[in-house]
Nanobody, 122 residues
Framework: QVQLVESGGGLVQAGDSLRLSCAASGRSFSSDAMGWFRQVPGKEREFVAA????????SYADSVKGRFTISRDNAKNTVYLQMNSLKPEDTAVYYCAANKVLVTTPSRYDYWGQGTQVTVSS
């Protein structure tokens, strides 16, 4: 069993930055690939970024490439999403998820956090 808790969301203006954190507990954090997803009302949950268990491999959605960076600190059992140059289109509830293998499909992930709201105003 893995428990995930997101934090760091908030209300910001376009062009600002936020860093989301996801703290994991319950088992060895380093054994899991981690992903960030987001969801807005009326739309399906979509992939944002993912990172392999070692941090050596990452993947990003085209919409966030060059602006967002996923990273992890296995010593702290935490994965981060650094969000720069935020746009109103980035407004969503952001979720972190854990899986044994790096994938980009939400249905493939085994564990999910409760989400943290990110709102970007223009």
């Amino acid at each position: 069993q893995v428990q995930l808790v997101e934090s760091g969301g908030g209300l910001v203006q376009a062009g600002d930055s936020l860093r989301l954190s996801c703290a994991a507990s319950g088992r060895s954090f380093s054994s899991d690939a981690m992903g960030w997803f987001r969801q807005v009302p009326g739309k399906e949950r979509e992939f944002v970024a993912a990172i392999s268990r070692s941090g050596a491999r990452t993947s990003y959605a085209d919409s966030v490439k060059g602006r967002f960076t996923i990273s992890r600190d296995n010593a702290k059992n935490t994965v981060y999403l650094q969000m720069n140059s935020l746009k109103p289109e980035d407004t969503a509830v952001y979720y972190c998820a854990a899986n044994k293998v790096l994938v980009t499909t939400p249905s493939r992930y085994d564990y999910w956090g409760q989400g943290t709201q990110v709102t970007v105003s223009s």
